[in-house]
């Protein structure tokens, strides 16, 4: 059974950086697309980035590229988030999600992702 947690949420000023982990346990994750999705209240849960570990290749949403930059660790299994110049639209719970079915092909649909972490807060104040 694959686990997921996130951490690393917390309350920022706009500008500020700020790096999310997900811990990855009981899967084979070199095989997997991890992502990390968002949701703001009210609103639907959007794709934020992906990796593809066995491709070696990334994927963003066009609103935090070039500002956040994910990366994994393959050895400890965990995905991080790194996010720079946050902005008060940012603010959303950030989920940790993994993709063990669709091989190397980086999906930005929420259903395309079989397990999820529980989430965790991330505010930025103006």
């Known amino acids: 059974q694959v686990h997921l947690v996130e951490s690393g949420g917390g309350l920022v000023q706009a500008g500020d950086s700020l790096t999310l982990s997900c811990a990855a346990s009981?899967?084979?994750?070199?095989?997997?697309?991890m992502g990390w999705f968002r949701q703001a209240p009210g609103k639907e849960r959007d794709f934020v980035a992906a990796?593809?570990?066995?491709?070696?290749?990334?994927d963003y949403a066009d609103s935090v590229k070039g500002r956040f930059t994910i990366s994994g660790d393959i050895r400890k299994n965990i995905v991080y988030l790194q996010m720079n110049n946050l902005k008060p639209e940012d603010t959303a719970v950030y989920f940790c999600?993994?993709?063990?079915?669709?091989?190397?092909?980086?999906?930005?649909?929420?259903?395309?992702?079989?397990?999820w972490g529980p989430g965790t807060q991330v505010t930025v104040s103006s």
């Open positions: 999600a993994a993709d063990t079915r669709s091989g190397l092909s980086i999906s930005r649909t929420s259903n395309e992702y079989d397990y």
């Open positions: 009981g899967g084979s994750f070199s095989t997997y697309i």
């Open positions: 990796i593809s570990w066995s491709g070696s290749s990334a």
